[in-house]
């Protein structure tokens, strides 16, 4: 498991999916390398109405994967996928 992969978290204050989402993403960051950058979309008005309704999500290189939920098992099996 060569490659880091950069997760950027899209996120707000006081949301309880989005700290489970981080929960998630550092527990999975013990078996990948990660870099991780959390937004807070409440700070761009263009992001804050792109998902607004979609947070968290989760993107993995640029691309969004994963909106609203998030597990750690499917985190995984994506990474897997883009680490072959």
Do not use: H
């Not at 527990?27 to 109405?49: A, C, G, N, S």
């Amino acid at each position: 498991m060569d490659k880091k992969f950069k997760i950027t978290v899209y996120s707000k204050e006081n949301c309880c999916l989005c700290d489970k989402a981080k929960a998630i993403i550092d527990r999975v960051k013990r078996y990948w390398e990660l870099e991780v950058e959390e937004v807070d979309i409440t700070m761009d008005p263009q992001l804050f109405e792109l998902y607004k309704e979609k947070i968290p999500v989760v993107a993995i290189d640029g691309e969004p994967i994963f909106f609203g939920k998030i597990s750690e098992l499917w985190l995984k099996r994506e990474l897997a996928r883009r680490g072959e």
